[in-house]
């Protein structure tokens, strides 16, 4: 029997990025602290700034920003050492070798923050007490501080520096706590491993995520790969032993669709389930088993591991408190869920922007939502695209047809009267505006953010498109199967909108009106490619702007170094 694919099982999974709970009230009291005061000051006997930039950090490309927070945080805390103390280490240091161990079922790896080598440092320096040279134990502090910080540094920035380029936009939101800062704050007495926990995600699913990371790390299991030997012929009735491989494959994911007749043949039920495994996942529905539905069919546990590696890695990326009402919009899932208190009210399914223009990754809100809007269209698709169409087809007033308004100097002009086959209309101050109708690009209804990219959510009138699995068909703006929903759950608790004056508002309205909503909506626009749902099952999906590979390259290099 076929696998039954739910996304809906998963949903729950994405509410609250922060939670409001016990661990965001440690780090309130945390924030509201004085500077902690050492159990037993012991002061630095050299305190140049030099001296202090003298510290191991594996990690280059934060190396100088982790030096200079050496530097100030020892002069923050009064040149003073925080962890060793005259006659033995602060409790805060055996807690810190401690939740490095702790750390590794998150993707870290303690060799990056020096572990064995500092705990055998800090060991030598204590076993004769009668020696012991302050100038080595200073040495060390700064060393032990180094360490720490570049461990929060990666927590809560994260370890890759660069996670977008060119058109690929990736905005990573505002760390949700100084490192500096931080550590003048713990306390000796601190749980460090309960204040490094309420630094991370809070999502319930991070932490399974972290489970099944854990899990994968320890599945040796080997898989012989294999392609059908002739794809071009594969369709029912085509026969090969690859099949029976195949057949193999997909009960490991959970499809088990039996054999018709022979295993070595192509039927139905074998196509149906690659096209089920197809969809899951992403990728064009075809039930062709093509190169790229292969290899996540073929993905090994040490793959999965590094898939969920790099996801919890992008967590931390997106760290923050949304808030009581937030949109969720997950970019390789293409889907959009709306939440009030982390309880779920609306979800619908969305498409994002194509890999040429593709959707910004970064966190918003709603400014306003505008009924029955205008599309002014930005000059490079203008340029780009409308132009040459009209070039080609000949139609001068191609466009004009179509409900746009052509405008120059925002003087409107006929656009019959262009010689649009002259190179130099290109450099013309050009404007097409296309009116309100139900055949506007924008739909009947769009929902503004404060960015300054022109990014934006929005109705269509290409209805048909949402019936494909992979949906990557626009500009860059995400375009709402149920835009009409998505309004009323924007609005209903502004003046008295209700589900008919949002209808009435589309259909009837008049043009471009606007309505601000009374409850401040956080939108937030992710990229997963891997989560464990509810069930604890892992879920894997399509990479539709090919972020994965790079960032698992930039990844891999920590558990080398």
Not at 202 to 231: C, G, R, S, V, W
Not at 302 to 310: A, K, M, P, R, V
Not at 430 to 436: G, L, T
Not at 441 to 458: A, D, R, T, W
Request: contains cysteine; proline residues 5%; charged residues 25%.
């Amino acid at each position: 029997m076929l696998k039954h694919i739910c996304l809906l099982s998963v949903v729950i999974l994405f509410a609250a990025c922060r939670d409001k709970g016990k661990n965001g009230d440690l780090l309130d009291e945390m924030a509201g602290r004085e500077v902690n005061e050492p159990y037993e000051p012991l002061f630095l006997q050299d305190t140049a700034v030099a001296s202090l930039k003298k510290v191991t950090i594996k990690d280059n490309y934060y190396k100088p920003a982790i030096e200079q927070e050496v530097v100030d945080f020892y002069k923050k805390y009064n040149y003073q050492t925080r962890w060793l103390y005259q006659n033995k280490p602060s409790p805060l240091f055996a807690s810190y070798i401690k939740t490095l161990t702790e750390l590794t079922d998150y993707g870290f790896f303690p060799q990056n923050y020096r572990q064995h080598e500092l705990d055998s440092l800090v060991g030598s320096l204590y076993q004769q007490k009668d020696s012991l040279s302050l100038k080595r134990l200073e040495v060390a502090d700064r060393e032990i501080t180094a360490s720490f910080l570049l461990l929060t540094r990666h927590l809560i920035q994260g370890r890759i520096p660069k996670v977008g380029e060119g058109a690929r936009i990736w905005k990573r939101n505002k760390p949700i706590f100084d490192n500096v800062e931080l550590l003048l704050k713990l306390q000796d007495a601190d749980n460090l491993s309960t204040i490094i926990d309420a630094l991370q995600p809070q999502q319930p699913f991070y932490k399974a995520m972290a489970q099944k990371y854990k899990e994968l790390l320890k599945d040796t299991t080997t898989y012989t790969p294999f392609a059908i030997a002739d794809l071009k012929k594969f369709a029912i009735g085509y026969s090969d032993s690859t099949i029976i491989a195949l057949r193999t494959q997909l009960g490991r994911k959970g499809y088990n669709p039996e054999a018709q007749g022979a295993t070595t043949e192509v039927d139905s039920l074998l196509i149906e389930a690659i096209k089920q495994f197809q969809q899951q996942i992403g990728l064009t529905a075809d039930g062709q088993p093509g190169a790229l539905t292969m290899s996540y069919l073929q993905m090994t546990p040490q793959q999965q591991s590094d898939l969920l590696l790099l996801n919890m890695e992008r967590l931390r990326w997106q760290n923050k408190d949304l808030g009581e009402d937030y949109i969720l919009v997950n970019i390789p899932e293409y889907r959009l869920r709306l939440f009030h208190k982390d309880s779920l009210k609306f979800t619908t399914n969305v498409i994002v922007g194509r890999p040429g223009t593709p959707t910004p990754i970064f966190s918003d809100s709603i400014k306003f939502v505008e009924f029955r809007p205008t599309w002014s269209v930005p000059a490079s698709i203008m340029r780009k695209e409308m132009i040459p169409h009209i070039v080609n087809s000949g139609d001068s007033l191609k466009y004009a047809k179509r409900g746009y308004k052509l405008y120059e100097n925002n003087k409107e002009i006929n656009p019959a009267t262009i010689n649009w086959k002259d190179e130099s209309t290109l450099k013309r101050n050009f404007a097409f505006v296309e009116s309100p109708s139900a055949y506007n690009s924008l739909g009947l209804v769009k929902f503004i953010l404060y960015n300054n990219m022109s990014i934006y959510l929005h109705d269509t009138p290409s209805k048909k498109l949402f019936e494909n699995t992979q949906r990557t068909y626009s500009h860059g703006c995400v375009r709402v199967q149920n835009p009409d929903t998505l309004a009323y759950q924007v609005l209903k608790r502004t003046d008295e909108w209700d589900y008919q004056k949002v209808y009435d508002a589309m259909h009837k309205g008049r043009n471009q009106y606007r309505v601000h909503p009374k409850q401040h909506f956080v939108v937030d626009i992710s990229y997963l490619t891997a989560w464990v749902d509810d069930a604890g099952q892992l879920v894997i999906r399509n990479d539709p702007y090919q972020f994965d590979k790079e960032q698992l390259k930039l990844l891999e290099r920590y558990k080398k170094m």
